[in-house]
């Protein structure tokens, strides 16, 4: 199973269309986790999580680390904003420190998925990416999701102004097919 999960609340979303493009060339069963329609508090910071292993606050969060039990790839689709993450995908962030814990502090054997990152900004300067960039792999790497591909697709202003924007569309069909024709030669 495959999450995609999408940081944008545009109808029109360049990094959401992106992805959508890549899930259907991966041609699996997919779930999308559209974060501007979940309910995900912040981090209180109380380390309750350090015990339970789980965080006390039952929201939308708790769900989504249900589904990645699951999943054996996470795609993540996302705007810049302000050079890092939008605020609903900070506080998921946020909410998986008990990742880290599991990971870095208790050295459990987490099980390993693949990821893929989409990532998109209006400016043209390839820096915009770094602090997102450098986020999103310290998070990912805390759920034990392994960067295959990560994407960074500069000046995209409007809404639906990827769908012009036949080269950037191609990148990820040619990804997707690459990671389709591994899984048939795999199930072979
Ligand atoms: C609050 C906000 C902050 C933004 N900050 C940046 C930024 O720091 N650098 C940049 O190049 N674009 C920035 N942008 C532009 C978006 O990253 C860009 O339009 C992106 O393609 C939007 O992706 P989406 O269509 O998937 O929402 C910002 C947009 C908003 C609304």
């Known amino acids: 199973m495959v999450i995609l999960v999408t940081a944008s609340p545009r109808r029109g979303s360049n990094s959401r269309i992106l992805a959508e493009r890549l899930l259907e060339e991966i041609g699996q069963e997919g779930i ?3 974060l501007y329609k979940q309910n995900i508090n912040f981090c209180i910071a ?4 350090f015990e339970n ?3 006390f606050q039952e ?3 708790n ?3 249900e589904y990645l039990e699951r999943a054996n790839l996470l795609i993540v689709a996302s705007p810049v904003y302000f050079y890092g993450p939008p605020a609903p995908l900070k506080a998921l962030i946020d909410r998986s420190q008990v990742y880290w814990y599991r990971k870095f502090i208790l050295k459990e054997k987490l099980r390993k998925i693949k990821g893929i990152v989409v990532n998109t900004a209006s400016g043209e300067d390839p820096k915009i990416f ?3 960039e450098k986020i999103t792999r ?3 790497n805390s759920l034990n999701v392994k960067v295959e591909k990560y994407f960074k697709f500069d000046k995209l202003e409007e809404e639906w102004e990827v769908k012009r924007r036949k080269d950037y569309l191609m990148e990820v069909t040619l990804e997707g097919k690459k990671i389709r024709s591994l899984q048939t030669s795999r199930d072979r």
């Not at 109380?46 to 999580?49: A, G, I, L, T, V």
Request: with cysteine; glycine share 0%.
């Open 32 to 34: 999308v986790f559209d």
């Open 46 to 49: 109380c380390n309750r999580c």
């Open 53 to 55: 292993l789980r965080c």
């Open 59 to 61: 929201d939308d969060a």
């Open 63 to 65: 769900r989504f680390f």
């Open 130 to 132: 770094e602090p997102i």
């Open 138 to 140: 310290v998070w990912l």
